[in-house]
């Protein structure tokens, strides 16, 4: 990947939560970038913790919002972006009116605010008024389960409208923030719903490029050795959300068993599988497993290994069509398969078709049977028309302004 820009970049901070997802964004604008020699990135604990020597700029923890304010005060930014605004009192890193306090406090300090909105817009014309049962029910779902009794029905309705506040409220405090989106404007020439204030990017280098590519594959330890070079790996990513939904639509023992024959399809094949899940459900595998393979249950890395282990396996897996992650397997052209359309898909009404109209433009990855046998046949036959689809997703993708051109632009609003 490289980029011969000099276009000389301003002082940006990006506060990011717990998701790895946030952080894969922030990383989607700022790699092979120079905007990394003028950008700080603010992490929690959890992530600080696994990234803080692997990523290409700054890295400092937060663990309160002193914290937060005394880096704001040293590095004097121009834009600070939170990643995201909507979801980060979501996670208690910051409370709603903290959240609200420092918005202001950026104001007031002329820097420019810019969120991230991982529901493509969703929730982003909400206020206070707009909190009633109603509309809870109206983009929430409460049929996840089958039978549920009424009992569950009435306090999920209860839990949505719980978080529909925390939306409304965050969505008040946000508007009048930039909204930055990864993906194109709806094709059917309607932009994302929400705020006016709205900016959309692509990053060139985020295109793999196979000759700067080494051969060998990234294990949890980094040891290159630790598996024949020539040997492919299939990549299953579940995450802590979507493992739980999994285990509440066909129970923990059925959940496991389903996992313990996909793993163990994919070793039939003569393929290596990395599976990166909760250590919950990765204590539950490791017994299940032969002991040659059992180092490929992980369950975390750092952001760094996790995109080499993306980028290299010949197939992914998700229980989650709305995963950040997907972006860099769609724009390479390389394959993906679901197994389930995840928590967001799932839970939130109108996730999927804006997702289908704004993120994959009107295309949808292959879905698979978890119950169907694993087999090189069938998936390569599944994967014949990829490349032609995600070729133009990423035609489209390419025509949106680079980072350099949405910094440019920001500063002048």
Same mark, same amino acid.
């Given at each position: 990947?490289? !980029?011969?820009s #000099?276009?000389?970049? &301003?002082?940006? *901070?990006?506060?990011? +939560?717990? @998701?790895?997802g946030?952080?894969?964004l922030?990383?989607?604008?700022?790699?092979?970038?120079d905007l990394? !020699?003028?950008? #700080?990135?603010?992490? &929690?604990?959890? *992530?600080f913790?696994? +990234?803080? @020597?692997?990523?290409?700029?700054?890295?400092?923890?937060?663990?309160?919002?002193?914290?937060?304010?005394?880096?704001?005060?040293t590095t004097?930014?121009?834009?600070v972006?939170?990643?995201?605004?909507?979801?980060?009192?979501?996670?208690?890193?910051?409370?709603?009116?903290?959240?609200?306090?420092?918005?202001q406090?950026?104001?007031d300090?002329?820097?420019?605010?810019?969120?991230?909105?991982?529901?493509?817009?969703?929730?982003?014309q909400?206020?206070?008024?707009?909190?009633?049962?109603?509309?809870?029910?109206?983009?929430?779902?409460?049929d996840?389960?089958?039978?549920?009794?009424?009992?569950?029905?009435?306090?999920?309705?209860?839990?949505?409208?719980?978080?529909?506040?925390?939306?409304?409220?965050?969505?008040?405090?946000?508007?009048?923030?930039?909204?930055?989106?990864?993906?194109?404007?709806?094709?059917?020439?309607?932009?994302?719903?929400?705020?006016?204030?709205?900016?959309?990017?692509?990053?060139?280098?985020?295109?793999?490029?196979?000759k700067?590519?080494?051969?060998?594959?990234?294990?949890?330890?980094?040891?290159?050795?630790s598996?024949?070079?020539?040997?492919p790996?299939?990549?299953?990513?579940?995450g802590?959300?979507?493992?739980e939904?999994?285990?509440?639509?066909?129970?923990?023992a059925?959940?496991?068993?389903?996992?313990?024959?996909?793993?163990?399809?994919?070793?039939?094949?003569?393929?290596?599988?990395?599976?990166?899940?909760p250590?919950?459900?990765?204590?539950?595998?490791?017994?299940?497993?032969?002991?040659?393979?059992?180092?490929?249950?992980?369950?975390?890395?750092?952001?760094e290994?996790?995109?080499?282990?993306?980028?290299?396996?010949e197939?992914?897996?998700?229980?989650?069509?709305?995963?950040?992650?997907t972006?860099?397997?769609?724009?390479?052209g390389?394959?993906?398969?679901?197994f389930?359309?995840?928590?967001?898909?799932?839970?939130?009404?109108?996730?999927?078709?804006?997702?289908?109209h704004?993120?994959?433009?009107?295309?949808?990855?292959?879905?698979?049977?978890?119950?169907?046998v694993?087999?090189?046949e069938t998936?390569?036959?599944?994967?014949?028309d990829?490349?032609?689809?995600?070729?133009?997703?990423l035609?489209?993708?390419?025509?949106l302004p680079?980072?350099?051109?949405?910094?440019?632009?920001?500063l002048?609003?």
């Amino acid at each position: 990947m490289t !980029d011969n820009s #000099t276009t000389p970049s &301003p002082r940006l *901070l990006f506060l990011l +939560n717990n @998701d790895y997802g946030e952080l894969a964004l922030a990383m989607y604008f700022l790699q092979g970038r120079d905007l990394v !020699d003028s950008s #700080t990135l603010l992490l &929690p604990p959890r *992530l600080f913790a696994d +990234n803080k @020597d692997t990523l290409p700029c700054e890295a400092r923890e937060y663990k309160s919002i002193e914290d937060i304010v005394r880096l704001v005060d040293t590095t004097k930014p121009d834009i600070v972006f939170l990643f995201s605004g909507y979801i980060l009192p979501n996670h208690e890193l910051l409370s709603l009116e903290v959240m609200a306090a420092l918005v202001q406090l950026l104001s007031d300090r002329d820097c420019k605010i810019v969120t991230s909105d991982p529901f493509f817009g969703i929730f982003s014309q909400m206020g206070p008024s707009t909190i009633c049962g109603p509309e809870a029910l109206r983009l929430f779902e409460t049929d996840i389960i089958p039978d549920l009794s009424w009992e569950y029905r009435i306090n999920s309705t209860c839990g949505n409208l719980r978080i529909l506040e925390q939306f409304a409220m965050a969505s008040h405090i946000l508007k009048d923030t930039i909204h930055l989106y990864y993906c194109c404007p709806d094709p059917r020439d309607e932009r994302i719903e929400g705020s006016a204030h709205t900016a959309y990017f692509f990053n060139p280098c985020l295109v793999y490029d196979e000759k700067e590519s080494s051969t060998s594959d990234v294990s949890q330890s980094g040891n290159a050795d630790s598996e024949p070079a020539e040997k492919p790996h299939w990549l299953f990513i579940l995450g802590a959300v979507d493992y739980e939904l999994q285990t509440r639509l066909y129970g923990e023992a059925e959940c496991i068993d389903m996992l313990e024959k996909k793993l163990n399809q994919t070793l039939q094949t003569g393929r290596r599988f990395v599976f990166l899940a909760p250590n919950e459900c990765v204590q539950k595998l490791i017994s299940r497993v032969p002991i040659s393979a059992r180092k490929d249950l992980l369950n975390f890395c750092s952001f760094e290994d996790f995109t080499s282990l993306l980028l290299k396996a010949e197939y992914v897996f998700y229980w989650n069509l709305a995963s950040y992650s997907t972006f860099l397997r769609v724009i390479n052209g390389l394959p993906m398969f679901m197994f389930d359309g995840g928590h967001l898909v799932r839970h939130v009404k109108p996730m999927s078709e804006r997702m289908a109209h704004s993120y994959y433009q009107n295309w949808t990855p292959p879905f698979l049977d978890p119950d169907e046998v694993l087999n090189t046949e069938t998936l390569a036959e599944l994967s014949k028309d990829y490349k032609q689809a995600t070729r133009n997703i990423l035609k489209n993708l390419k025509e949106l302004p680079s980072p350099e051109q949405v910094i440019k632009d920001l500063l002048h609003k």
